[in-house]
């Protein structure tokens, strides 16, 4: 290994953190789970298991815990949303002390979050464009032909950037350093929150959106594009459909799947945090309102 061997915490090793872990420990580093009781003993047992067309098929050991108790050179967050609160007591700042904190969580609010619990200047948010499951503990399925990640953090220091993301790219992940954090969160919101919307509220893939409902998918679009713009984030709303266009038309989401299967929606950090971006700045968005309202009603 041509770079730095080093310690890495994952708290959350599921889709995207199991993933992660498994890569970042078959390239050499140590890797230390962070999981609740059942799910840090299967991975003690039998490590991390990843079926993947660009990975391969392969297990690797990696250490397991409930908790962080000793120094790591970074914490990779990787829960979703609606267990962040419950998870982070598994990191307590002091243990975490000079660590970078970087979390790949869809959404634009965790990021301060985050920091007011612990050192700013170590939080890192991370953007990750993947498909990847994790099936049972310890057991990940990764379905895209790619990995991609843009870590930003705009007060960390940029040899800390650089040191995650060298170790990021040569476990096999496609990762680039972007200078402007909000607008790394904002350009990933401004595809997902239409995406994950329309797709969670109708049931149905991307195909069936752009084509039967293409007016509201086009008005949400341009909805979220502003509150982008405002919060001083990306704003193409021509770019953002052509995007669209492009995906395949089996395409959905993954709050659409969370849905299906009963799960809690990542429908606050996503839907939500539009609206109370857009509310801050009086930007008027009629069409996410009307659909988070009525997803929030449908629960779970
Ligand atoms: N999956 C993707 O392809 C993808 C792509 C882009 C972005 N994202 C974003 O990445 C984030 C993570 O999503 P994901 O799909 O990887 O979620 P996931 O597969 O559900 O994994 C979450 C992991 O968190 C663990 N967890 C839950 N509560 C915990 C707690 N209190 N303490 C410790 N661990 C806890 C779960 O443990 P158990 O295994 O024990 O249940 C699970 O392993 C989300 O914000 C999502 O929107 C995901």
Not at 105 to 128: C, F, K
Not at 191 to 199: D, E, I, R, V, Y
Not at 246 to 257: I, K
Not at 284 to 294: G, N, S, Y
């Amino acid at each position: 290994m041509a770079h730095e061997a080093l310690t890495v915490a994952v708290l959350g090793p599921g889709g995207v953190g199991g993933l992660l872990a498994a890569l970042l420990a078959r390239a050499g580093h140590r890797v230390i789970c962070l999981a609740g009781d059942t799910t840090a003993r299967a991975l003690r047992t039998t490590g991390l298991h990843v079926r993947s067309a660009r990975y391969g098929d392969f297990t690797t050991p990696v250490e397991a815990d409930t908790e962080l108790r000793e120094p790591v050179d970074a914490c990779l967050i990787t829960v979703k949303h609606t267990a962040l609160d419950a998870a982070l007591p598994r990191v307590p700042a002091p243990a975490l002390g000079d660590a970078l904190l970087v979390p790949f969580l869809n959404g634009v609010e965790h990021p301060a979050h985050l920091r007011s619990r612990y050192r700013p200047d170590r939080v890192a948010p991370a953007v990750i464009r993947v498909e990847s499951t994790r099936v049972a503990p310890g057991e990940i399925e990764h379905a895209s032909p790619f990995a991609e990640i843009d870590l930003t953090g705009d007060p960390v220091p940029r040899h800390r950037l650089d040191a995650t993301a060298a170790a990021l790219a040569a476990a096999g992940l496609t990762t680039r350093i972007l200078d402007d954090e909000t607008a790394a969160l904002w350009a990933k919101l401004s595809f997902l929150a239409p995406l994950a919307l329309l797709t969670t509220h109708y049931a149905a893939p991307l195909g069936d959106i752009r084509t039967r409902h293409r007016d509201e998918l086009t008005a949400l679009v341009t909805e979220t594009a502003a509150v982008s713009r405002a919060c001083g984030g990306p704003a193409g709303p021509a770019e953002t459909l052509a995007r669209f266009d492009a995906f395949p038309p089996g395409t959905r989401s993954s709050m659409q799947r969370d849905a299906e299967a009963g799960r809690p929606l990542e429908l606050e950090a996503i839907g939500g945090a539009l609206l109370r971006a857009a509310e801050r700045h009086g930007v008027p968005t009629p069409v996410a309102a009307r659909l988070v309202r009525e997803l929030r009603r449908a629960g779970p």
